[in-house]
């Protein structure tokens, strides 16, 4: 698991003080990343190839705005498929600016839209938001998308998703359990989801719009559930401190994994495979570096093996000689990533996945 390594490579054998080592990894984590200057970007991005709109608020909730970036390829095709990004960042910190530069390279290789989407974390609204209330984000701006895109040609019946680490965790929800709808805000009594945009359409219409024609998940993290047992809640989980909030249980207080296991399990992709006799899920892509110590490949496999033992259509790829983040903007020299070095490669594969699913 993602925050079992981590754990053991920052706080295993220290001998500073909690308080210390919590502002270090802090530090560590956020100075040591370094975002390309635009000359260094011409070499491998083609701006003038795309038009790009940027923090569009797509909603509000209890006041706090939830934006998405839409790029959309200069391209005479009347209608372009679509592709939604979620961000990674242990559901505690970053914002869709991390994807700044897989959206921009998609956009200006490619005859496909991407919208690049903000949701909200567990540490927003003074640490008060839920796991099921980030996941309910994802759908709605699956909803808005569906509903809007076709402002910027984009085709809402040609939408994929993808996202990296935690992004991959929320894309895959949606893919598995993204006909968990209920309309009535209570997913501690039905371990359903109300999307946080609701169109104004039927719910069978919801339902259908819920629906998308492809994955890819990057080092995603698929067992909830295994986490909390793992220490997610905790200061075992350094992405706390990272984002200076205080470990809480993920669904309030009131709920653990010990007393109500079946919510952890109904956020965790892993526990939420369908048989493909009752439902067929999309094609979905499954990546992960072959050094990848916080999102291991032992663990992807484990996920890959799973969507194929229930029989649905899954392609892995182990990516050699790369850790984790390798599709973060920038560098950073903490992870030991460097999206010019290391993302075009991976990139290249997701666009020619894409393309043969939207044909």
Request: proline letters at 4%.
């Given at each position: ?222 067992d909830i559930y ?51 006799k009752k439902k ?34 899954a392609y892995y ?43």
């Amino acid at each position: 698991m993602l925050l079992t390594s981590l754990t053991k490579m920052v706080l295993i054998n220290s001998r500073l003080s909690e308080s210390i080592m919590r502002n270090l990894i802090i530090s560590l984590f956020l100075v040591t990343t370094h975002f390309l200057n635009s000359s260094e970007r011409h070499s491998l991005i083609d701006q003038s190839k795309y038009e790009v709109y940027k923090d569009i608020v797509w909603v509000s909730k209890e006041n706090f705005d939830l934006s998405l970036d839409i790029y959309v390829p200069n391209s005479s095709l009347k209608k372009l498929p679509v592709l939604l990004i979620f961000h990674g960042g242990g559901w505690l910190i970053c914002d869709k600016s991390i994807m700044d530069q897989m959206a921009q390279y998609i956009a200006s290789k490619s005859e496909i839209i991407v919208c690049n989407i903000n949701y909200r974390l567990l540490s927003d609204l003074n640490n008060t938001v839920k796991m099921n209330e980030i996941i309910e984000d994802v759908f709605g701006s699956l909803l808005w998308v569906k509903n809007n895109i076709h402002l910027y040609k984009g085709d809402a019946t040609q939408v994929a998703v993808t996202g990296d680490s935690a992004g991959g965790h929320l894309a895959s929800m949606i893919v598995n359990s993204g006909d968990r709808i209920s309309l009535n805000n209570n997913f501690a009594e039905s371990l359903k989801f109300t999307p946080t945009f609701i169109p104004k359409v039927s719910k069978e219409k919801i339902l259908e719009q819920m629906h998308v024609k492809a994955s890819i998940l990057s080092y995603g993290a698929f067992d909830i559930y295994a986490g909390a047992n793992d220490g997610f809640e905790t200061y075992k989980n350094p992405f706390w401190s990272f984002s200076r909030s205080t470990p809480r249980k993920i669904f309030g207080e009131g709920f653990d994994h010990v007393n109500n296991p079946e919510m952890y399990k109904a956020v965790s992709p892993l526990y939420n495979i369908p048989e493909a006799k009752k439902k067929i899920l999309p094609p979905q892509m499954l990546l992960v570096g072959s050094n990848d110590r916080l999102t291991t490949p032992e663990s992807v496999k484990d996920y890959f093996n799973a969507l194929q033992a229930k029989g649905h259509q899954a392609y892995y790829w182990e990516y050699p000689g790369k850790g984790h983040a390798f599709l973060d903007s920038g560098k950073n020299y903490f992870l030991g990533t460097n999206f010019e070095r290391d993302a075009p490669e991976a990139l290249d594969k997701m666009i020619n996945f894409l393309n043969s699913v939207f044909k």
